[in-house]
């Protein structure tokens, strides 16, 4: 695996259907994947 390759895990959860839909559109709105916004913000979680 090159030093650039990040391994990622899948994970199930449940969020507020509005909440979803809220990063949905910020995700949009920013040309990002779903999955980018979220990890973002669990990295600043850390």
């Known amino acids: 695996m090159a030093t650039d390759e ?3 895990v899948k ?4 969020v507020d259907p ?5 990063l949905k ?3 949009k709105a ?3 994947q779903l999955q980018a916004l ?3 913000a ?3 979680c850390r």
Request: charged share 40%.
């Open 18 to 22: 509005r909440l979803l839909e809220d």
């Open 38 to 40: 979220v990890e973002e």
């Open 30 to 32: 920013e040309g990002r």
């Open 11 to 14: 994970f199930a959860s449940q």
């Open 6 to 8: 990040i391994r990622r």
């Open 25 to 27: 559109a910020i995700a």
């Open 42 to 44: 669990l990295r600043l």
